[in-house]
């Protein structure tokens, strides 16, 4: 696995990739605008460059991007999908400007019936890619990713079966355009026992069986404040919630995640001590 973290485009691109290479990050994810709204920035080319100049010396791949945590997939709200959707299909081109072959996204939330909700995403995602593939002049497309939700406050995408569902709806077309990255700290607030004896072993069998693990394209590694099945999505830093560590381990040996990306999302303060704690894991 390529170890990383989420970082803040305070500083701009360039900046983030020297903090990323100066803390000895293998990959790195950041949101490619400010996560509470407003305008996206554009992106300076020269400092693109640079940012993908840094990032390949260092060995740092990939980049992620995070689109904001306001977009709502599931919403049955006009408004509110309309403006998902031009955030996100936005979001695809940024990452291609900035060189990113990833987006990731949560499904959201909506009241109601989930297999409603589970539709209205997986319509909202076609549109995102139906206006992304128009609007971005790249040959190599960037792949949005599904991330698995801790499943509290009318969240879809908290089990398997669910972003399995959304992810066959496109067909074949989404095959190239879609994938998955897997929250750990999601997964296990959302009922998988992660930290059993056997269960990281087991949640991976069944990734398989319903998705793939080729469509697996990231791993967001997080600490869960919140116990197995608690639906309280609070990411703890890594050894210090519910998880323990054994889980990491088990991700990091998996032949099949060897070059999979994996990106802490803890606690800013506790960043590099939780770097050195997953590079720890590989012995
Ligand atoms: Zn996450």
Redesign the pocket.
């Known amino acids: 696995m390529r170890f990383g973290a989420h970082l803040s485009i305070g500083r701009g691109w360039s900046a983030l990739a020297r903090t990323a290479r100066a803390e000895g990050m293998e990959s790195v994810q950041a949101f490619s605008r400010s996560p509470r709204g407003g305008k996206a920035k554009a992106i300076e080319p020269a400092d693109a460059a640079a940012m993908q100049r840094e990032l390949e010396e260092g060995g740092i791949r990939p980049l992620i991007i995070h689109v904001p945590y306001f977009v709502n997939l599931a919403t049955a709200n006009p408004q509110a999908r309309e403006y998902t959707v031009e955030t996100l299909a936005l979001d695809v081109v940024r990452a291609s400007e900035l060189g990113s072959p990833y987006v990731?996204t949560h499904l959201g939330s909506a009241p109601g019936d989930r297999g409603e909700a589970l539709n209205r995403a997986a319509s909202a995602i076609a549109l995102v890619l139906d206006a992304s593939a128009r609007t971005s002049p790249v040959s190599r497309p960037v792949i949005l990713l599904l991330?698995n939700s801790g499943g509290g406050g009318g969240d879809v995408g908290s089990r398997l079966e669910e972003l399995a569902y959304v992810l066959t709806s496109l067909g074949r077309g989404g095959a190239g355009r879609l994938g998955l990255?897997l929250?750990t700290?999601?997964a296990f607030v959302a009922g998988y026992d992660l930290a059993a004896e056997g269960g990281p072993e087991r949640f991976v069998d069944e990734v398989d069986r319903l998705i793939g693990l080729d469509r697996v394209k990231a791993f967001?590694l997080?600490d869960s404040q919140g116990r197995l099945g608690s639906s309280f999505d609070r990411h703890a830093a890594i050894g210090q919630g519910y998880l323990g560590t054994g889980v990491f381990a088990a991700l990091n040996a998996t032949p099949d995640f060897a070059e999979t990306p994996g990106i802490l999302?803890t606690p800013e303060e506790g960043r590099l001590a939780d770097l050195a704690a997953l590079k720890a894991l590989r012995g």
């Open positions: 990731v991330e990255c929250d700290c999601h967001h997080n999302e």
